[in-house]
């Protein structure tokens, strides 16, 4: 077997009291794709997100890092792991500057956090990383700011740099262009693009903007009442047609169009 897979989820169920969020899911995820998971609300796509990173424990299953099982990995040990989410809602501290939000993130959640961390050298080290985070996300100039005052798609952009300053190879986004101007999701959808070329990061996508996910994933799983629908590259799911019947058709209208030059 040739594929290098960095992180799976065997038979990842979970149920909230009587209802079950995320039925029997198997999901692998190999290294350096932008994998995407859509579906309609409440098919269990931010509850499979938080099995896999530890945020919720799995009523059954288990959860593969690097083909290790950390399925008792806590959420902590897994940022350390290089397992990263960004959050729909970021602890963002607004009377601190955008650097000094990205400078202890990266100290909070860095893989080193466990050195001296008192050093010198060690504080230099996380304001480096918040540097270069900050200039790969394009805020360098607005370092100095406090993160209250910056525009909505700034703070987007903030955290993409504190995500990026833990370091992490994988990085999980719950649908980052939410609320988002239509015209800013290009700029955004290209930086994560870049960040994943230049940075090595294998990304995982929740996304509702179909345009965006087609064009911009090498793998879909689609959900479906806490279910995989189907598995398959853009165009594999542009085709089937249990996917288009069963929703995507009526839910995200004639998308087949959108695939722009996507291979099968
Ligand atoms: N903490 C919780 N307690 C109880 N039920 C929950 C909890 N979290 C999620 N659920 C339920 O589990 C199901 C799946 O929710 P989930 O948030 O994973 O869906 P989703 O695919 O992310 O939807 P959306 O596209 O709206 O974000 C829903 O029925 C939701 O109400
Ligand atoms: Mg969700």
Redesign the pocket.
Known sequence: MSEDIILEGRGLRKE??G?V?VATVNIRVRRGDLHSII??????????FNLLTGNLRPTRGQVLFRGEDITATPLHRRVHLGLGRSFQVTNIFPNLTVLENVRLAAQALGRDSFKVWWHYRHFKSYSDAATGALEQVGLSDKAAVPAAILPHGDQRKLEMAILLASDAEVLLLD?PTAGMATEQVPALMEMIQRIRREGHKTIML?E?NMNVVMNASDRITV?HQ?EVLAEGTPAEITRNETVQKAYLGELYGDFADLVQGAES
């Open positions: 909230f009291g209802l969020a579906g309609p609300n409440g098919a269990g796509k931010t509850t499979l649908e929740v509702h959900m806490g």
